[in-house]
């Protein structure tokens, strides 16, 4: 349970860090280390070379501009759980954060590395999908955007190349006063979701949806945006009816199955916490999220 | 590959320098190379949380951190919590009082989690304290002692303020 011989390096600029893991062999990236340092413990990963992001400048911060909200690749979970600015416009964000690990683990984990772990039940990436969010990345050539849709590619791979790095994560707003949910199952409080639900609703005057986002983590590889019940529950208004019937169609997706939970059960999950998850935010259930 | 490095770094008020190995965790290093053996480590792969230190205030497993990595910083570690030898931290008495330990073994984590969790929220409810403690696993499950343990010390520390 100790991390196998590496080389380290700790660069201070993101030009520093992309002509190091360019040159590189074999190197890591490590952010917080809250994933990749259990993985050195139990030698999941025998890297020649580990980059320590920790020191590199102008990797943090939250802020807003033009309807988009940026992170910061470095950012740390907690400054993103104590942000009133993320509290008032990304709710969202800040709903699923609060279910990510405990104190000390969002302490250190930041948000790029979580995007980049890519652990298909992690509540970043979860909230990443629902919020069409936008990846920014610095490569030798310069910075790339990519749409969070694209930034998937297979179990725990992003399209990001080899010697590309995070910098940063943009989220475009939603209306002012729209509503979310963020709802996961997990046998403990702070595990990983087994399958989790995260809900943005814009809702007019009239009390009909005009805007709907649901997305379902933990049951596939990436988590997937249930545009069926988006479209089916758009133009209407919220009811438990309404909700439940078109939540049945989350049955369908196809599910992982695994030591903690089999592809039934996930499906089950998924209409369930989907209607929750859609209930909460329309104000229809008060109940909060089940751990 | 056995590259070393040296780090300068201050904890519990003192200050130290030491070569070390570039692949070696913060906590193997409290504990082999400062002799500070109250760190305790449980799991080593961050989910027990008995390693928990304070990274300038902040908890942390010191399991998932290189020694490299403190380089410059400040870490409080379960030895730098009482105000002397011969006096406990409230938080301490509390614990020895409301039977907050049996083995010990996940104490350590315990208290510095704690320790961070009652600065920020002083004045506590026992789920927020339930919550706070997710992240330390008791094998005793002792968990009742600690929360009540936790609680009374809130209070301690509030009535020493007032």
Redo the contacts between chains.
């Keep these: 349970?100790?991390?196998?011989?590496?080389?380290?390096h700790?660069p201070k600029t993101v030009a520093e860090a992309v002509s190091l893991l360019g040159s590189l062999e074999n190197a890591k990236l490590l952010a917080g280390?809250?994933s990749l340092?259990?993985m050195?413990?139990?030698r999941f990963v025998l890297p020649?070379h580990?980059i320590?992001l920790?020191r590199v400048e102008g990797l943090s911060g939250i802020k807003e501009s033009g309807g988009v909200l940026e992170i910061g690749a470095m950012t740390r979970q907690?400054d993103i759980e104590f942000s009133d600015l993320v509290k008032a416009k990304c709710p969202l964000l800040h709903q699923a954060i609060m279910q990510i690990?405990?104190?000390?683990?969002r302490?250190?984990g930041t948000i790029g590395g979580s995007l980049c772990h890519l652990d298909p039940a992690a509540e970043l990436v979860s909230v990443a999908a629902a919020h069409d969010a936008t990846v920014v990345v610095a490569g030798p050539n310069g910075q790339r955007e990519i749409k969070f849709a694209d930034f998937p590619v297979a179990f725990m791979t992003s399209s990001i190349e080899l010697n590309e790095i995070v910098t940063a994560v943009r989220f475009p707003l939603w209306a002012a006063g729209h509503r979310s949910a963020f709802v996961e199952f997990s046998r403990?409080?702070?595990d990983f979701a087994i399958v989790s639900a995260a809900v943005l609703l814009e809702i007019d005057g009239g009390g009909k949806i005009t805007r709907a986002s649901v997305t379902i983590g933990g049951v596939a590889v990436a988590p997937v945006r249930m545009t069926e019940v988006e479209r089916a529950i758009t133009g209407q208004t919220p009811s438990a009816d309404l909700f439940r019937k078109a939540c049945e169609s989350c049955r369908a997706i196809e599910a992982l199955s695994d030591v903690h939970a089999s592809s039934d059960y996930r499906q089950h999950l998924a209409a369930v916490l989907s209607r929750r998850a859609l209930e909460r935010a329309a104000g229809l259930s008060a109940k909060t999220s089940v751990h | 590959?056995?590259?070393k490095?040296t780090v300068a770094v201050t904890v519990n008020g003192k200050k130290y320098s030491k070569e070390v190995?570039?692949?070696l965790?913060l906590a193997?290093f409290l504990r082999h190379e400062l002799g500070l053996t109250g760190t305790h480590l449980g799991c080593?792969?961050?989910v027990c949380?008995a390693c928990?230190i304070l990274?300038d205030g902040?908890?942390?497993?010191s399991?998932?951190?290189?020694a490299?990595?403190v380089e410059g910083r400040e870490i409080l570690t379960v030895e730098g919590i009482a105000p002397s030898v011969d006096k406990l931290h409230p938080l301490q008495e509390a614990f020895r009082d409301n039977h907050g330990l049996q083995c010990g073994f996940c104490t350590p984590g315990m208290l510095t989690?704690l320790i961070?969790?009652l600065r920020d929220n002083p004045d506590p409810t026992e789920q927020e304290v339930r919550?706070?403690i997710?992240?330390n696993l008791c094998r005793c499950t002792g968990y009742q002692g600690i929360v009540l343990a936790a609680l009374d010390a809130a209070k301690r520390m509030r009535d020493a303020r007032a």
């Design positions: 349970m100790k991390p196998p011989p590496f080389q380290y700790d280390g809250q340092m259990p050195l413990n139990m020649d580990v320590d920790n907690r690990g405990h104190r000390q683990t302490n250190r403990r409080h702070g | 590959m056995n590259e490095r190995p570039v692949r965790t193997d080593e792969h961050g949380g928990t990274l902040q908890s942390a497993r399991c998932l951190m290189l490299v990595q989690t961070e969790f919550i706070a997710s992240g």
